[in-house]
């Protein structure tokens, strides 16, 4: 341990005395350690990776970083004991190590991330990802996984090579064939898979019209089964897959999951919890069914539900009662509804005197809430203008022998549309045009905000500031929500970002979102902290205001106590005591908790849906997760997101973030469409982002300061073009009409690389998502008449034909440069070109973030 120590120290030791000054912009991290990141962190690693071994290629993951993340879940299941896979982790996702780990803390960093599968290890280890790698899965007893984890004694985090597995929203995993490290050791070729956990599934697809069902099954080598989860719209293909896991599942009676899904229908229902029951009264008293010999969950609820009541609740195994309403106090026992289901023995239903209960959140008989629409979203995609023909079809001319062009025959796509994953890209374009009269008209001011990462600022000054003010203006932008981190310089630039706003002269806004995931909560002073930040800037004329009330948000929070042992802490310790310095606001965070809950959290006026940007899978996006929020917000404000892509890449020895979300599809334009349809509900929407270049969302120009590393995948993939979209669609959003288009226009987009392709020389690995995503340029035209349009990637190149207003095209990539035109009467009237190639099938490392560019 010695020479570790020394060499840690030595380490320790240049870094200090390296010199911390600002590098040119665009280059490095912020703050102090800006020019040793790159260095002495390798280093570091590489001495980690000597103490702890590089046995199997394997080493400790690193601490959690304090790093934004993605939404808390709720619906988590213990699976079981699983053994690890050799030479590789079972679980690739996403990793950290923490010394106040729990089952708790690792599925809700897992669930923030959008993964599926959670495990714990070796007490202080926690693994996340939404597939099995390697030749690990094979179950083992419970007893197994027995070392206490690192923050709680009284809790048991897996074993050596051993993780306790958790899933999300299943009461369990297809069995998978796997090598046992114990008795195959990497080079035999004759390895046997471990008896008695062999399952033969479809490994296609099952698909209803052009829905995917709820999972696929992938081949890895010749031994390996690995189950592939992906989310599901149509409730019938859910059903017909789980049905297909599960006679080789092995399921245990488990607690209801916070959300359920009922599978005779498509209703979701909120786990309350269990309740101690009594008969005068029963805390259910509208309708009730007794001695029920196959009861189960979902019959329950669907009973219920079928009779107009919103709650349900299961009791003694066989009892099911409905109502309208709960009494005002009710004592909860979770741990008491332990008796099986009547009619499932998967299943608890209650226990003697303990009543499980439910909330029904999304009703199978309410349209406006479903997300069972099946519609293939290859080529039928809304095209927003005043000036279309709705009946307008686009002529496509294919001048490639290497593409197959379609036209559509589908006049829309409903809002909850979903598609899966193209295999094989084919030229198409839009054929419908909304005009102006089909956006819905809505009384009150419609605000548009974008995200600006104020801790990719360090080397700001305040004309930098001016630039960006400027620019957002420009583009329709009211305002900036200004990402507050813990850097002990960012109240600075904020100041400066206020004094740009008003010097602009523009009546641009500003607002603070404080990022919870790094600025302390946990103390009474950490929330006297907050509320003078906020006090500092209440009164400047720039500051955001809504309904009289200052503006703030955040980024999570919902961990935040500030010394009062739960969320509520927000309310005493930060909005009450500005009221008492005289600053009222108007609180709209971002706390990743179960929507059904806002209501009834009184700290909150509204809620930013962060992850409605995005979908949060392999189908195309949808308006569900808004609906869901809207119809449980009881009159708060619900504030959606919008981004263009998202894409970062991490390594484990920075970060540990290496994802993507599926960004196809002109998802930018298409999220912009869906909330200019439901304007009359969503007053404000947010940007995601100005300047996050480690996420790739990014719609400003790239300067400033960028995150240590992500200089790979953005320096050269500036996403400026796209704001003409931006003046375009949020013109419409505010004012409820599309704009007169008075210039042709074209921007056009694709990824460097082919999807499926494999990097000579990346040290992070694929990406999660990765294979969510298609090979295709994305261009967007915006034409004042009639006009030809060619498109062009590498060796493809094909022309359509288009009516004035905004048209979306795409055409299959090829290796090689991109380009596109518009002509009129033989005439090109705008175009652009990216001269060099920008795409390519033998990549050096991953980059899934967008190469974009346009017509000035």
Same mark, same amino acid.
């Given at each position: 341990?010695? =020479?570790?120590?020394?060499?840690?120290?030595?380490?320790?030791?240049?870094?200090?005395?390296?010199?911390?000054?600002?590098?040119?912009?665009?280059?490095?991290?912020?703050?102090?350690?800006?020019?040793?990141?790159?260095?002495?962190?390798?280093?570091?690693?590489?001495?980690?990776?000597?103490?702890?071994?590089?046995?199997?290629?394997?080493?400790?993951?690193?601490?959690?970083?304090?790093?934004?993340?993605?939404?808390?879940?709720?619906?988590?299941?213990?699976?079981?004991?699983?053994?690890?896979?050799?030479?590789?982790?079972?679980?690739?996702?996403?990793?950290?190590?923490?010394?106040?780990?729990? =089952?708790?803390?690792?599925?809700?960093?897992?669930?923030?991330?959008?993964?599926?599968?959670?495990?714990?290890?070796?007490?202080?280890?926690?693994?996340?990802?939404?597939?099995?790698?390697?030749?690990?899965?094979?179950?083992?007893?419970?007893?197994?996984?027995?070392?206490?984890?690192?923050?709680?004694?009284?809790?048991?985090?897996?074993?050596?090579?051993?993780?306790?597995?958790?899933?999300?929203?299943?009461?369990?995993?297809?069995?998978?064939?796997?090598?046992?490290?114990?008795?195959?050791?990497?080079?035999?070729?004759?390895?046997?898979?471990?008896?008695?956990?062999?399952?033969?599934?479809?490994?296609?697809?099952?698909?209803?019209?052009?829905?995917?069902?709820?999972?696929?099954?992938?081949?890895?080598?010749?031994?390996?089964?690995?189950?592939?989860?992906?989310?599901?719209?149509?409730?019938?293909?859910?059903?017909?897959?789980?049905?297909?896991?599960?006679?080789?599942?092995?399921?245990?009676?488990?607690?209801?999951?916070?959300?359920?899904?009922?599978?005779?229908?498509?209703?979701?229902?909120?786990?309350?919890?269990?309740?101690?029951?009594?008969?005068?009264?029963?805390?259910?008293?509208?309708?009730?069914?007794?001695?029920?010999?196959?009861?189960?969950?979902?019959?329950?609820?669907?009973?219920?539900?079928?009779?107009?009541?919103?709650?349900?609740?299961?009791?003694?195994?066989?009892?099911?009662?409905?109502?309208?309403?709960?009494?005002?106090?009710?004592?909860?026992?979770?741990?008491?509804?332990?008796?099986?289901?009547?009619?499932?023995?998967?299943?608890?239903?209650?226990?003697?005197?303990?009543?499980?209960?439910?909330?029904?959140?999304?009703?199978?008989?309410?349209?406006?809430?479903?997300?069972?629409?099946?519609?293939?979203?290859?080529?039928?995609?809304?095209?927003?203008?005043?000036?279309?023909?709705?009946?307008?079809?686009?002529?496509?001319?294919?001048?490639?022998?290497?593409?197959?062009?379609?036209?559509?025959?589908?006049?829309?796509?409903?809002?909850?549309?979903?598609?899966?994953?193209?295999?094989?890209?084919?030229?198409?374009?839009?054929?419908?045009?909304?005009?102006?009269?089909?956006?819905?008209?809505?009384?009150?001011?419609?605000?548009?905000?974008?995200?600006?990462?104020?801790?990719?600022?360090?080397?700001?000054?305040?004309?930098?500031?001016?630039?960006?003010?400027?620019?957002?203006?420009?583009?329709?932008?009211?305002?900036?929500?200004?990402?507050?981190?813990?850097?002990?310089?960012? =109240?600075?630039?904020?100041?400066?970002?206020?004094?740009?706003?008003?010097?602009?002269?523009?009546?641009?806004?500003?607002?603070?979102?404080?990022?919870?995931?790094?600025?302390?909560?946990?103390?009474?002073?950490?929330?006297?902290?907050?509320?003078?930040?906020?006090?500092?800037?209440?009164?400047?004329?720039?500051?955001?205001?809504?309904?009289?009330?200052?503006?703030?948000?955040?980024?999570?929070?919902?961990?935040?106590?500030?010394?009062?042992?739960?969320?509520?802490?927000?309310?005493?310790?930060?909005?009450?005591?500005?009221?008492?310095?005289?600053?009222?606001?108007?609180?709209?965070?971002?706390?990743?908790?179960?929507?059904?809950?806002?209501?009834?959290?009184?700290?909150?006026?509204?809620?930013?849906?962060?992850?409605?940007?995005?979908?949060?899978?392999?189908?195309?996006?949808?308006?569900?997760?808004?609906?869901?929020?809207?119809?449980?917000?009881?009159?708060?404000?619900?504030?959606?997101?919008?981004?263009?892509?998202?894409?970062?890449?991490?390594?484990?020895?920075?970060?540990?973030?290496?994802?993507?979300?599926?960004?196809?599809?002109?998802?930018?334009?298409?999220?912009?469409?869906?909330?200019?349809?439901?304007?009359?509900?969503?007053?404000?929407?947010?940007?995601?982002?100005?300047?996050?270049?480690?996420?790739?969302?990014?719609?400003?120009?790239?300067?400033?300061?960028?995150?240590?590393?992500?200089?790979?995948?953005?320096?050269?993939?500036?996403?400026?073009?796209?704001?003409?979209?931006?003046?375009?669609?949020?013109?419409?959003?505010?004012?409820?009409?599309?704009?007169?288009?008075?210039?042709?226009?074209?921007?056009?987009?694709?990824?460097?690389?082919?999807?499926?392709?494999?990097?000579?020389?990346?040290?992070?690995?694929?990406?999660?998502?990765?294979?969510?995503?298609?090979?295709?340029?994305?261009?967007?035209?915006?034409?004042?008449?009639?006009?030809?349009?060619?498109?062009?990637?590498?060796?493809?190149?094909?022309?359509?034909?288009?009516?004035?207003?905004?048209?979306?095209?795409?055409?299959?990539?090829?290796?090689?440069?991109?380009?596109?035109?518009?002509?009129?009467?033989?005439?090109?009237?705008?175009?652009?070109?990216?001269?060099?190639?920008?795409?390519?099938?033998?990549?050096?490392?991953?980059?899934?973030?967008?190469?974009?560019?346009?017509?000035?």
């Amino acid at each position: 341990m010695a =020479p570790v120590a020394s060499a840690l120290a030595l380490v320790l030791a240049a870094a200090a005395a390296v010199d911390a000054k600002p590098l040119s912009p665009g280059r490095h991290a912020p703050p102090t350690i800006a020019n040793i990141l790159s260095h002495s962190k390798r280093q570091l690693h590489s001495i980690y990776s000597k103490y702890y071994g590089n046995a199997h290629g394997l080493s400790k993951p690193p601490p959690l970083p304090n790093k934004r993340d993605v939404s808390l879940p709720a619906g988590w299941a213990y699976h079981g004991c699983i053994r690890e896979s050799w030479d590789e982790r079972l679980l690739q996702g996403f990793s950290f190590s923490s010394n106040t780990l729990t =089952p708790l803390l690792c599925l809700t960093e897992c669930g923030k991330r959008g993964f599926t599968l959670a495990g714990t290890e070796f007490g202080d280890e926690c693994f996340c990802g939404n597939e099995y790698v390697g030749s690990g899965g094979a179950p083992n007893p419970d007893s197994y996984c027995d070392v206490p984890c690192a923050g709680s004694e009284s809790e048991t985090c897996g074993n050596a090579w051993l993780l306790s597995l958790y899933t999300y929203n299943m009461t369990g995993l297809p069995s998978c064939t796997v090598v046992d490290p114990s008795t195959s050791l990497p080079g035999n070729e004759t390895s046997t898979p471990v008896p008695g956990n062999t399952t033969e599934l479809d490994p296609s697809p099952i698909t209803n019209g052009s829905l995917i069902a709820n999972f696929t099954t992938v081949i890895d080598g010749a031994t390996t089964v690995i189950p592939v989860y992906t989310s599901t719209v149509d409730a019938s293909v859910t059903t017909s897959a789980i049905s297909s896991s599960s006679a080789t599942a092995a399921p245990s009676p488990t607690s209801t999951a916070p959300v359920h899904q009922n599978d005779e229908d498509e209703s979701q229902w909120y786990s309350l919890g269990c309740a101690v029951d009594s008969d005068s009264p029963r805390i259910l008293t509208g309708y009730s069914e007794i001695h029920m010999d196959s009861l189960s969950v979902d019959q329950c609820l669907t009973l219920c539900e079928s009779k107009g009541f919103t709650y349900a609740g299961l009791e003694y195994g066989e009892e099911c009662y409905c109502g309208d309403s709960l009494p005002t106090t009710i004592a909860y026992s979770d741990s008491q509804c332990d008796m099986t289901c009547s009619g499932d023995s998967t299943e608890t239903c209650g226990g003697d005197w303990r009543i499980e209960l439910y909330e029904l959140i999304s009703s199978s008989y309410d349209n406006s809430t479903s997300s069972s629409a099946a519609a293939s979203a290859s080529a039928s995609v809304i095209a927003p203008s005043s000036e279309v023909s709705a009946t307008a079809s686009p002529v496509v001319t294919v001048s490639s022998s290497s593409a197959v062009a379609t036209e559509s025959s589908s006049s829309a796509v409903s809002e909850s549309a979903s598609a899966t994953v193209s295999t094989a890209p084919s030229a198409s374009a839009s054929t419908t045009a909304p005009s102006s009269s089909d956006v819905p008209q809505a009384s009150g001011d419609h605000v548009v905000w974008a995200h600006h990462m104020v801790g990719n600022t360090y080397p700001y000054a305040l004309q930098d500031w001016r630039n960006d003010i400027d620019k957002a203006h420009s583009y329709g932008i009211d305002g900036f929500a200004l990402n507050m981190g813990s850097d002990y310089w960012q =109240p600075a630039r904020i100041a400066d970002a206020y004094s740009a706003a008003q010097q602009s002269g523009t009546g641009f806004k500003l607002f603070l979102s404080l990022d919870m995931t790094v600025i302390g909560c946990g103390s009474w002073a950490d929330a006297s902290a907050l509320v003078n930040l906020v006090k500092r800037f209440a009164d400047h004329p720039n500051q955001a205001l809504r309904n009289g009330k200052v503006l703030v948000s955040t980024f999570a929070g919902s961990d935040c106590t500030f010394g009062t042992g739960s969320m509520n802490g927000w309310q005493g310790a930060f909005v009450d005591a500005l009221q008492t310095a005289g600053v009222d606001i108007f609180f709209v965070p971002s706390i990743f908790t179960d929507p059904s809950t806002f209501k009834n959290i009184g700290f909150m006026d509204g809620e930013l849906n962060w992850n409605s940007a995005w979908p949060m899978g392999s189908g195309e996006i949808s308006t569900a997760t808004d609906w869901n929020y809207l119809n449980q917000m009881g009159g708060k404000e619900y504030m959606a997101a919008i981004s263009p892509f998202f894409f970062t890449h991490f390594g484990a020895n920075s970060w540990n973030k290496n994802w993507l979300y599926r960004s196809d599809n002109w998802l930018y334009a298409t999220r912009w469409e869906q909330l200019i349809s439901m304007r009359s509900e969503i007053t404000s929407l947010e940007i995601l982002t100005w300047n996050d270049y480690g996420e790739s969302s990014y719609i400003g120009p790239i300067a400033g300061a960028l995150p240590a590393g992500s200089d790979v995948w953005v320096n050269g993939f500036d996403h400026e073009a796209i704001n003409v979209l931006t003046k375009y669609y949020a013109t419409a959003f505010k004012t409820g009409a599309y704009p007169t288009i008075t210039k042709d226009s074209i921007v056009m987009w694709q990824r460097p690389h082919a999807h499926d392709a494999i990097a000579t020389n990346d040290g992070a690995g694929r990406p999660t998502g990765w294979n969510w995503t298609d090979d295709e340029l994305y261009a967007v035209v915006l034409t004042t008449g009639a006009a030809e349009v060619t498109l062009t990637s590498g060796s493809n190149t094909q022309t359509f034909s288009v009516q004035a207003g905004l048209t979306k095209l795409k055409i299959p990539s090829s290796p090689g440069s991109i380009s596109g035109s518009i002509a009129r009467s033989g005439s090109t009237v705008a175009s652009y070109s990216s001269g060099t190639s920008v795409y390519t099938n033998t990549p050096t490392t991953y980059n899934y973030n967008y190469f974009l560019g346009g017509s000035s």
